[in-house]
């Protein structure tokens, strides 16, 4: 489940949480530029698909990496 706010889906018990931007626009930001707003998008649909190749217990947050940061998830619990 994509969402800017992830308690929720964390609390109801969903397995896979990608922490998007806003409530309106979660996966991307209008306010930055076409280019910035499209590597933004790519990166938060970069870690959606790499959330359903990993293999979780519980409900994980998953946080898209900033561009030179190594993804990694954080479990909820």
């Known amino acids: 489940m994509m969402t800017a706010l992830p308690i929720i889906p964390i609390a109801v018990g969903a397995n896979r949480i990608i922490r998007g931007v806003r409530v ?3 996966c991307g930001d ?3 530029s076409e280019t910035m707003d499209r ?3 790519r990166r938060i649909v970069e870690t959606a698909l790499g ?3 990993t293999a979780v217990d519980g ?3 998953f946080e898209p ?3 030179s940061e190594a ?3 954080v479990h909820a619990s």
């Open 24 to 26: 309106e626009h979660v």
């Open 30 to 32: 209008p306010s930055l």
């Open 39 to 41: 590597a933004l998008t």
């Open 51 to 53: 959330a359903l190749q």
């Open 59 to 61: 409900p994980t947050l």
């Open 65 to 67: 990496a900033e561009p």
């Open 71 to 73: 993804r990694e998830a």
